[in-house]
């Protein structure tokens, strides 16, 4: 089970990212986060691994609390949390096959990870993933020969050879083209569900999200406003999370699948939350 309680981020010129901002997950599910530009979505994602240290609040994964952990309490807890970047996050220089296995370095011993000297499980282990994300026979190419979407492809693959807890996915889509943002979100969406890992996603487009998540989560200023189903995400909340706006146009209906291309994404029917949240409620 993960757990965020009253999570509060101020920063030094009082700024305040996130306001009291609890949820729970309780089970393997695509949480999809949506919200306007600096409605506190990345600020989340990396308050949960602690690349943005908390003001206030818990973070407790399976009953450990996170944010009072340090130095090697944080390393051994990070090897729990499997992060997806926007930006990929890959050594540029080095291989499909050693950017994937740099998903076990905090298992190895720093000599063996200094010769590459993995385990022979760690190395199947990687190679079926590369199998299963689409890049078998890429495991020698060098990380920047690859386009946008393999790269995202490779950064998955290393995010699940941690074996993750949960995982944190910070606008996977963000760089890409329409037809292959689908492709990489389905793939998200189908491996947290074939490992059993329940997913933040941070995104954007809120037509994919609503296509591919289990569960939608709406931020607006720092304020948890939207935790619901995806067809719950109607007009209302859809101006609770961004503003007033004709969203006519932006709900999906029973026929969006496939006129944009979506009926192959993964959409797991769960249990996530009542609907509308209120700002008092929220935080």
């Not at 299963?132 to 995202?152: C, I, K, M, P």
Request: glycine content about 10%; aromatic content about 6%.
């Amino acid at each position: 089970m993960f757990e965020v309680t009253d999570l509060e981020i101020q920063y030094p010129n009082g700024y305040k990212a996130l306001h009291g901002v609890t949820l729970t997950v309780s089970e393997p599910q695509v949480v999809a986060i949506i919200g306007s530009s600096g409605a506190g979505k990345s600020t989340l994602i990396r308050c949960i691994n602690r690349l943005v240290e908390p003001t206030a609040g818990s973070i407790k994964l399976d009953g450990l609390e996170l944010t009072t952990l340090g130095g090697s309490g944080l390393r051994k807890a990070r090897r729990r949390i499997g992060m997806i970047f926007q930006e990929y996050n890959l050594v540029e220089r080095l291989t499909v096959m050693e950017n994937v296995l740099s998903g076990r370095l905090g298992y190895v011993s720093f000599w063996r990870a200094y010769r590459r000297n993995f385990p022979p499980q760690d190395i199947q282990n990687a190679y079926e993933l590369l199998e299963r994300v689409g890049l078998e026979g890429r495991e020698n190419t060098r990380a920047d020969a690859l386009s946008g979407g393999q790269r995202q492809r490779v950064g998955i693959a290393r995010a699940l050879m941690q074996k993750p807890d949960i995982l944190l996915v910070d606008e996977p889509t963000a760089s890409l083209d329409p037809k292959t943002s689908r492709q990489i979100m389905r793939l998200i969406c189908e491996l947290a569900h074939e490992f059993g890992t329940p997913a933040l996603v941070n995104i954007h487009d809120v037509a994919l999200a609503q296509a591919s998540a289990d569960r939608i989560i709406g931020l607006s200023d720092g304020r948890l406003v939207f935790d619901g189903k995806p067809e719950d995400l109607n007009e209302e909340a859809l101006t609770l999370i961004y503003g007033e706006e004709d969203w006519s146009s932006t709900i999906k209906d029973d026929g969006d699948d496939e006129e944009e291309g979506v009926a192959g994404l993964t959409k797991a029917k769960t249990k996530a939350g009542n609907g509308l949240i209120s700002e008092g409620a929220a935080g």
